[in-house]
């Protein structure tokens, strides 16, 4: 039995940095992941947007490795999001479950995808939490602007939120690429299987667009807090040229009828 461990330890890593930093065995790399052979059956899997992973590593082992890998991150966590997951080896034919898989034989490519999948759940996990903080926040305003009829958010604020929106939404984009089977299942019954099982094991797909519905419904309310504190804004102004043309009204009118408190 394999044990997997994948742990959302950063907002980003540094993948360059990080292959100066570490000089293993390098297995596969490229601009989003770095696979290395640490020893017999040992791999550890580096993801750019802040996920390492680790094949037949001991709990105990692993932090020693996280801290290694700290000075390259964006942002490195004192608490870690994680997620484990079991590869048993020897059966008579393919079986994903919910925490394990049954495989027939444990090829380097074949563990790569399971970590690969594994480490995209975590990511996922880690990503909703921060939707939903997002949504939670935006709830709250949204019922103080329902008891009070006004918001309780500058502008300024407000499009800080907006660009953390943005933001997120972007780096989901750029990183997770659910909707895609790697390049190494497309000319390989037995990985493409392995992926699509565990894509649906995992729920990848629901949880992915779960979370996009939920930066959308955060996104249209901010949009709506934007446009109202646009309209305030602009009410604010033209009460004040309302009252500057009254001021010069007055003025004029005090020239003409009294001139004699202009001395």
Known sequence: MQKVFSYQVADSIDLRLMK???????????????????????FVYIFKY???????????????????????????FDKTLSEEFLVETGAKEIKVGYNKIEVIKATVEIL?????????????????????????ETNYHTSILEKKGSLDISGKRLKK??????????????????????????????LNKIDLEMKKTFDLQDRFRNIHEGL????????????LLQYKHSTTLEWIVIILILI??????????FPGLQK
């Open 216 to 227: 959308n419904i955060v996104r249209d309310n901010l949009d709506l807090f934007k446009d």
């Open 112 to 136: 790569r995808i399971v970590m690969l999948n594994v480490s995209q759940s975590v990511a996922l996990d880690y990503y909703y939490d921060q939707s939903v903080a997002m949504l939670n």
């Open 20 to 42: 100066t930093v570490f000089k293993g065995e390098l297995y596969y790399s490229d601009a989003d992941e770095l696979f290395y052979r640490t020893g017999d059956h040992r």
């Open 248 to 257: 010069e009204v007055l003025h004029l009118l005090i020239i003409n009828f």
């Open 161 to 190: 939120y907006i660009g953390k929106t943005l933001l997120l939404k972007n780096r989901i984009a750029q990183n997770l690429y659910i909707f895609d089977s790697p390049p190494e299942t497309w000319e390989d019954e037995t």
């Open 50 to 76: 802040g996920v390492v992973c680790f094949l037949n590593y001991t709990e105990e082992e692993i932090p020693a490795f996280l801290k290694t890998v700290s000075p390259c991150c964006n942002n490195f």
